[in-house]
T-cell receptor, first 116, second 113 residues
Framework: GAVVSQHPSRVICKSGTSVKIECRSLDFQATTMFWYRQFPKQSLMLMATSNEGSKATYEQGVEKDKFLINHASLTLSTLTVTSAHPEDSSFYIC????????????FGPGTRLTVL | SQQGEEDPQALSIQEGENATMNCSYKTSINNLQWYRQNSGRGLVHLILIRSNEREKHSGRLRVTLDTSKKSSSLLITASRAADTASYFCATDSYGGSQGNLIFGKGTKLSVKP
């Protein structure tokens, strides 16, 4: 099946620093990649949708200058949390989709971000 | 904004029993998908049902869809301890940009051995 990886799996950083999270589709070229945020015991909230080579589409309420998304290739998307603050602490999950495979999304294992 | 609402929020059953989870949504959909999430992990796709389908089976999973009531149910038969996880429904709506999904709040299933 289609495999999506995320790196790092866990990161702890100081307030004010920036953190980059990578999302890779390992055995397929993703048409579209999605970034979600999940608070403890809550559902996934879509943050943004990105296609290779084009600007990401952010959901309402998500600051594009704070959550920078780069989708440089068909297998790699990165999310950079800039000037992180404790309220940014969360579980960030990416997913990838290939149109030819249908509407199913393939999820990465997630990244636990803790901002001190 | 969240589309799906699952109930119950939490479900505890004994191994061997069946587990039923329900999902309601608000807008017209192209398809509805069910995902499973083990604690602190990513999501795994379980099954997809299209808007023109009423029922679908996959192994021990049975999904129904009632578009008139905007609701779906996921039935896991003969549950196992390994089925313990959170289950989310997600809707793929007509007009949704690039196929993004809207997830419900999830049902936390606990299967006791």
């Amino acid at each position: 099946g289609a495999v999506v990886s995320q790196h790092p799996s866990r990161v702890i950083c100081k307030s004010g620093t920036s953190v980059k999270i990578e999302c890779r589709s390992l055995d397929f070229q993703a048409t579209t990649m999605f970034w979600y945020r999940q608070f403890p015991k809550q559902s996934l909230m879509l943050m943004a949708t990105s296609n290779e080579g084009s600007k990401a589409t952010y959901e309402q309420g998500v600051e594009k200058d704070k959550f920078l998304i780069n989708h440089a290739s068909l297998t790699l998307s990165t999310l950079t949390v800039t000037s992180a603050h404790p309220e940014d602490s969360s579980f960030y999950i990416c997913s990838a989709r290939l149109w030819e495979l249908g509407p199913e999304q393939f999820f990465g294992p997630g990244t636990r971000l803790t901002v001190l | 904004s969240q589309q799906g609402e699952e109930d119950p929020q939490a479900l505890s059953i004994q191994e061997g029993e069946n587990a039923t989870m329900n999902c309601s949504y608000k807008t017209s959909i192209n398809n509805l998908q069910w995902y499973r999430q083990n604690s602190g992990r990513g999501l795994v796709h379980l099954i997809l049902i299209r808007s023109n389908e009423r029922e679908k089976h996959s192994g021990r999973l049975r999904v129904t869809l009632d578009t008139s009531k905007k609701s779906s149910s996921l039935l896991i038969t003969a549950s196992r301890a390994a089925d313990t996880a959170s289950y989310f429904c997600a809707t793929d709506s007509y007009g949704g940009s690039q196929g993004n999904l809207i997830f419900g709040k999830g049902t936390k299933l606990s299967v006791k051995p």
